[in-house]
């Protein structure tokens, strides 16, 4: 029996050493192996060039694009023109009987706000009111310009005109308007500041007089309405 096992364990060794030897000489052989003939290569493309007539021109002119269905992009607004609520409100006054210079007013206090909100500044606060007058003259007031002698010459041309295109509704040149609005970008917006107001009233008030300022309260006075008396009696 135990010659039978040695035996087997020879030949199993000698059957296994054989195997190896074959797998070490099938590994270590250069040559091509027999199934490589199926994963040859593909030959090589040459690109061609493409034909003259699939390249467009540089002069072609561009097909133009359908807007229909498409919202168009809107223009810029100018500061020189006022809104419809400032000039609702003067309209307002004007039917209260009140003054052309407190219609006007409106279109100060409009002129204020956008320089506050940074729509673009002032070099100082008799600009804003100076702008805000002439957008009241454009807009129809009848505010009248200054008399001779009162203020420059060139101020009371530049307000005669004005008035003259507002009474007869010229339209306003939107190159100037955007030209003015992109100089006033430029300036600070101090001029509208509260201290730059109240220095600007009291200085005004000084140069009228005492008997001017009280005529003017008089006036307002009785341009409000009862309730508004009422109210004011009452603080």
């Known amino acids: 029996m135990h010659g039978a096992l040695t035996r087997f364990l020879l030949n199993a060794g000698s059957r296994k050493a054989v195997t190896s030897s074959i797998g070490s000489k099938r590994r270590n052989n250069c040559g091509p192996h027999p199934k490589a003939k199926a994963h040859r290569s593909a030959p090589r493309r040459v690109r061609r060039p493409m034909p003259?007539?699939?390249?467009?021109p540089r002069n072609r002119p561009r097909m133009a694009v359908p807007t229909a269905g498409r919202e168009q992009p809107r223009r810029s607004e100018s500061n020189s023109m006022p809104d419809k609520k400032t000039i609702a409100r003067a309209r307002r006054d004007a039917r209260q009987g009140k003054s052309a210079s407190t219609q006007a007013g409106e279109f100060v206090r409009a002129e204020i706000d956008k320089v506050r909100?940074?729509?673009h500044g002032?070099?100082?606060?008799?600009?804003a009111i100076a702008i805000g007058l002439s957008e009241a003259r454009r807009a129809g007031v009848k505010l009248r310009p200054p008399a001779k002698g009162?203020?420059?010459?060139?101020t009371r041309r530049s307000a005669a005109s004005a008035y003259r295109k507002g009474k007869r509704g010229a339209p306003i040149s939107r190159k100037r308007s955007l030209?003015?609005?992109?100089?006033?970008?430029r300036e600070s917006r101090r001029g509208a500041s509260r201290i730059a107001l109240s220095r600007?009233?009291?200085?005004?008030?000084?140069?009228?007089?005492?008997?001017?300022?009280s005529a003017?309260?008089?006036?307002?006075?009785?341009?409000?309405t009862r309730s508004?008396?009422?109210?004011?009696?009452w603080r």
């Not at 009162?150 to 060139?154: I, R």
């Not at 003017?216 to 409000?224: D, E, S, V």
Request: hydrophobic share 35%.
């Open 52 to 56: 003259a007539q699939r390249f467009a």
């Open 117 to 119: 909100r940074g729509k």
């Open 122 to 127: 002032v070099r100082n606060t008799k600009q």
């Open 150 to 154: 009162k203020t420059s010459e060139k």
């Open 179 to 185: 030209a003015s609005q992109k100089a006033l970008k």
């Open 200 to 213: 600007q009233a009291r200085a005004s008030a000084r140069r009228r007089g005492v008997r001017a300022r």
């Open 216 to 224: 003017a309260a008089y006036k307002a006075a009785m341009t409000r």
């Open 228 to 233: 508004q008396r009422l109210r004011g009696r």
